[in-house]
């Protein structure tokens, strides 16, 4: 059974990092691309980022791009969100995704990150 | 960069009701490319459509999709009373990799 698990949630101040981790198991985490996707609270889904299965490509939203940094680490078979300089408008549950291809066949349960002094 | 719109914001319906609900694309897209999710309260959403048309593994034969170009539409033909939710229709790219539309919510009438 495929699972993701997010962990590293929480509340921080504005200004202030957090690293958010998510673990797989269940499937051979080394083969998928993998991504970051946020909702804040009563709001759409939106976007975050995305990491190749190798690690050799990434891509950022325009709103997080130069504070966010998305790894992995295909041996513990896990995926990482750097956040650094957050803003009250990062303030979201955050789900970590696995890509098939053209869709988005599994999510996490989701973390959720508040920011506010 | 593809802005999708969906349409209506909300639909109220009753159990049994057939649900039509609207994407639009701002420019053309691959109909490979075109995803439906449902999301309930405090859940992760979950895929329902791929490829506009194509269910996804265990999803009933009520909800349907199709359309191509800029006009997608997702059909739920008889509302169940676990279909009541948010819907958004996703399109696949390069940079932005996701995007979204504002999803419609399905409320009981």
């Known amino acids: 059974e495929v699972q993701l698990v997010e962990s590293g949630g929480g509340l921080v101040q504005p200004g202030g990092s957090l690293r958010l981790s998510c673990a797989a198991s269940?499937?051979?985490?080394?083969?998928?691309?993998m991504n970051w996707v946020r909702q804040a609270p009563g709001k759409g889904l939106e976007w975050v980022s995305y990491?190749?299965?190798?690690?050799?490509?990434?891509y950022y939203a325009d709103s997080v791009k130069g504070r966010f940094t998305i790894s992995r680490d295909n041996a513990e078979n896990s995926l990482y969100l750097q956040m650094n300089s957050l803003r009250a408008e990062d303030t979201a549950v955050y789900y970590c995704?696995?890509?098939?291809?053209?869709?988005?066949?599994?999510w996490g349960q989701g973390t959720l990150v508040t920011v506010s002094s | 960069e593809i802005v999708l719109t969906q349409s209506p914001g909300t639909l109220s319906l009753s159990p049994g009701e057939r649900a039509t609900l609207s994407c639009r694309a701002s420019?053309?897209?691959?109909?490979?490319?075109l995803a439906w999710y449902q999301q309930k309260p405090g859940q992760a959403p979950r895929l329902l459509i791929y490829?506009?048309?194509s269910r996804a593994t265990g999803i009933p034969d009520r909800f349907s999709g199709s359309g191509s170009g800029t006009d997608f539409t997702l059909t739920i033909s008889r509302l169940e009373p676990e279909d009541f939710a948010v819907y958004y229709c996703?399109?696949?790219?390069?940079?932005?990799?996701?995007?979204f539309g504002q999803g419609t919510n399905v409320e009981i009438k």
């Open positions: 269940g499937f051979t985490f080394s083969t998928y691309s």
């Open positions: 990491i190749s299965s190798s690690s050799s490509t990434t």
């Open positions: 420019q053309s897209v691959s109909s490979s490319y």
């Open positions: 995704s696995r890509e098939d291809i053209t869709r988005i066949n599994y």
């Open positions: 996703q399109q696949y790219g390069t940079s932005p990799r996701w995007t």
């Open positions: 490829g506009a048309s």
